[in-house]
């Protein structure tokens, strides 16, 4: 979650010590554990009984006057759709129920799973929502696990390191350096820097391959139907050594769409296809491709916990030209979320191809994938 969030009481207790002001708000909120089956209005109700002193009535926190402690670097201002659209619902009740250590934040937020039932929680989480008054900001529920292959359509703030070795075959191995970036409500820009190395003649060559750079715009988003789909433009810079079979020699524009779908199950499919149109012909051809993939999210500790999301994708490409035949490859995988944050993710899976066999190899695949915008890779563990 990008921020922790800290409850404590109203007003009057402000100046308490922030420790021992978490303790008696847990004692006072557990009177409202025993209420009535909680309505729309139970979340703000709950919220300005024991969190307004803190994150204050508007949602973007009080001052350390105030407050009484000093703000850790991650607390929230609810305001910021920013800030505040990118995290799932489960990410805040976990914080909620277990407190910040859970999640990887600060101890001040402290556990409220004696205090209040899990519906009390989902009334908060609800409410929290409410101070983001743009509804055109694609959520978080709708960012799916990243397959290996297939592009998702949500506009991202990662850095993923991918690896692909060759298990069978002509010994080689590349490598993704790629950089994403959000910017603004629905767009994305990526860099996406090969490296390679292969074993050619019993000797080993490296280098850098072609160098992608890419823009994404989500078209439309919808959290009730469970849906997002994005357009991506990008351009393949011819950066690699076309002699040693590290880059193609000419530059290549590209566009592709993304479409995923999310169900209540935590089933979630993807789509991508799209076009690679190199500017000379010659000598590297037109292709086009399509890729999918399903998958399912498993998550520990009632819905809370750590993240493992098995997926299998379906890769198929073809070039335009006389009597080409399409690729089809199957790509089993997993990820999991490594870090408590759960910002840092890792995949492994492997491709294997589904026709012309003798003459494409099977690979070896996984990525590390750090999410940025929720705190350095070396915090929330």
């Known amino acids: 979650m990008r921020k922790a969030i800290c ?9 308490i010590p922030a420790v021992v002001a978490c303790i008696i708000a847990v004692a006072l909120l557990s009177g409202i554990a025993g209420s009535s089956t909680p309505q729309l209005s139970e979340g703000e109700r709950i919220y300005t ?12 926190g ?50 409220f799973s004696k205090a209040l039932t899990q519906q009390q929680i989902t009334e908060v989480v609800r409410y ?18 990243r397959a290996i292959a297939t592009e998702k359509a949500y506009p991202e703030d990662e850095e993923v390191v991918t690896a692909e070795v060759n298990a069978r075959g002509t010994p080689g191995v590349t490598n993704h350096i790629i950089h994403e970036q959000r910017f603004g409500m629905k767009n994305q820009l990526e860099v996406d820097v090969p490296l390679m190395f292969q074993d ?35 351009v393949q810079v011819p950066t690699g050594n076309r002699t040693r079979g590290f880059g193609s020699g000419t530059t290549t524009f590209g566009m592709f769409g993304m479409y995923d779908q999310l169900f209540r199950t935590n089933t979630f499919l993807q789509f991508q296809g799209g076009a690679n149109l190199p500017v000379h ?14 998958g399912q999210s498993f998550a520990e500790d009632h819905g809370l916990g750590r993240l493992w999301s098995p997926m299998v994708e379906f890769v198929a490409s073809r070039d335009l030209t006389t009597g080409a035949k399409t ?17 840092v993710r890792a995949d492994l899976g492997v491709r294997i191809p589904m026709t012309d066999t003798a003459h494409r190899p099977v690979q070896l695949e996984l990525y ?13 563990w």
């Open 7 to 15: 409850t404590q009481l109203n007003g009057k207790y402000a100046a």
């Open 49 to 60: 009984s024991a969190c307004v002193a803190c994150h204050g009535a508007d949602g973007k």
């Open 62 to 111: 009080t001052s350390q006057a105030i407050a009484g402690f000093k703000q850790p670097d991650s607390f929230p201002d609810f305001t910021r759709c920013d800030q505040t659209t990118a995290e799932e619902n489960v990410a805040y009740q976990a914080t909620i129920t277990y407190g910040g250590p859970y999640r990887g934040f600060s101890q001040i937020m402290p556990s």
């Open 128 to 145: 929290l929502r409410s101070f983001c008054t743009n509804a055109h900001w694609p959520r978080g529920e709708l960012n799916v696990p």
């Open 200 to 234: 050619q003649a019993h000797t080993w060559y490296g280098g850098v391959g072609d160098t992608v750079f890419g823009v994404k715009r989500v078209l439309y988003s919808s959290l009730p139907k469970g849906s997002i789909f994005a357009l991506q433009g990008e």
């Open 281 to 294: 012909t010659d000598i590297a051809p037109q292709n086009v491709f399509f890729n999918s993939s399903i």
């Open 327 to 343: 690729d089809w490859d199957v790509l089993p995988q997993m990820q999991v979320t490594l870090s408590p944050r759960q910002h």
């Open 368 to 380: 590390f994938l750090w999410d940025w915008a929720d705190g350095k890779i070396t915090e929330g």
